[in-house]
Nanobody, 122 residues
């Protein structure tokens, strides 16, 4: 069992919804931010969304209004609800935790999950 375990990916059609989950090990509870990044085929990794201890949230502009990040403290789950999915959302999605640095920058995060694949067909 990894420290961050993602689940919920799959193959869907454009317009469908998916809910990704990241189970966070209690060993990582001291990390201030939990974020989701994604890497599309042939593209650089990009920030998607993040949440901090205070439940403040940040989103990449292209996903605002379609994607919501949330936390379930009891189960240590950080979820990514994705609605109205588009083919451009096709990517491997990674959960990450970190505590220092700009929230949208990958170097801020020191622990990463293995990823879960999302494929959106047109």
């Amino acid at each position: 069992q990894g420290l961050l375990v993602e689940s919920g990916g799959g193959l869907v059609q454009a317009g469908d919804s998916l809910r990704l989950s990241c189970e966070v090990s209690e060993r990582l509870f001291d990390r201030f931010y939990t974020a989701w990044f994604r890497r599309a085929p042939g593209k650089e990794r990009e920030f998607v969304a993040a949440i901090n201890w205070n439940d403040d949230t940040w989103y990449e502009d292209s996903v605002k209004g379609r994607i919501t990040i949330s936390r379930e403290f009891v189960r240590s789950i950080v979820s990514l609800q994705m609605n109205n999915l588009k083919p451009d959302d096709t990517a491997d999605y990674y959960c990450a935790v970190g505590g220092f640095g700009p929230v949208r920058e990958a170097p801020t995060y020191d622990t990463w999950g293995q990823g879960t694949q999302v494929i959106v067909s047109s």
